[in-house]
């Protein structure tokens, strides 16, 4: 079973500073995990994803994330807030290459950016 | 190229009454999912379809809710009869599953709102 552990309800910077949203996973397979994105009353729109090649993945608007895999972590990072970047963030995990494998959302981390 | 469509995208019924919701996935997705999002949570899998069968289904409360997916196409989810603790964001989405990547990207609809008073 795989499970994920997004560790801040709410996380609140300043314009311009970094952002840190931070994730721990369980899985009994090789993961697959992801960042979702969801502004106010729009869909979730995915950010990046890890399939087991570069552990260093880049998405889109500057979010970057790194596996590691010793740590059993995926953080979420962006050199530089933009207020636009105000949103609520999931972390999910697969567990693997399993087309079947359901998508597990973490609880969501709800970023604040302050002008 | 079309994103997945839901609708309704809100709905307010009285406890005990029954609603329904309808999806329509990207084109050629044979893979679709009906999420939950209680308020302040994150999305919990409801049911899962590859083509018209279903893939998992152990987290749907399946005394009071049902989905099918007639020609591995469109989707409904019907809930009845509704309790107060079913109001929430139900989301359907749809993805496209390679061999050779597993799990590919999963493309959200805006969801369908629903109150139960």
């Known amino acids: 079973a795989q499970s994920v552990t997004q560790l801040d309800s709410h996380v609140s910077v300043s314009e311009g500073t970094p952002v840190l949203l931070r994730c721990n996973y369980s899985s009994s397979y090789s993961p697959s995990l992801f960042w979702y994105v969801q502004h106010p009353n729009k869909g979730l729109q995915l950010l990046l994803k890890?399939?087991?090649?570069?552990?260093l993945v880049k998405g889109i608007n500057g979010f970057e994330a790194e596996f590691k895999k010793s740590e059993t972590s995926f953080h979420l990072t962006k050199p530089s807030a933009h207020m636009s970047d105000a949103a609520e963030y999931f972390c999910?995990?697969?567990?693997?290459?399993?087309?079947?494998?359901?998508?597990?959302f973490g609880k969501g981390t709800r970023l604040s950016v302050i002008a | 190229e079309a994103g997945v469509a839901q609708s309704p995208r809100y709905k307010i019924i009285e406890k005990r009454q029954s609603v329904a919701f309808w999806c329509n996935p990207i084109?050629?997705?044979?893979?679709l999912y009906w999420y939950q999002q209680i308020l302040g949570q994150g999305p919990k899998l409801l049911i899962q379809?590859?083509?018209?069968?279903?893939?998992?289904d152990s987290q749907l409360p399946k005394d009071r809710f049902s989905a099918e997916r007639l020609k591995g196409v469109d989707s409904t989810l019907k809930i009845q009869p509704a309790k107060l603790e079913d109001s929430a964001v139900y989301l359907c989405a749809s993805s496209l599953v390679r061999r050779t990547t597993g799990t590919g990207e999963l493309f959200f609809g805006e969801g369908s709102r629903l109150t139960v008073l």
């Open positions: 379809f590859q083509n018209n069968g279903v893939v998992d």
């Open positions: 999910v995990v697969s567990g693997g290459f399993s087309g079947n494998t359901p998508l597990v």
């Open positions: 084109s050629g997705h044979a893979t």
């Open positions: 890890y399939t087991s090649a570069a552990t």
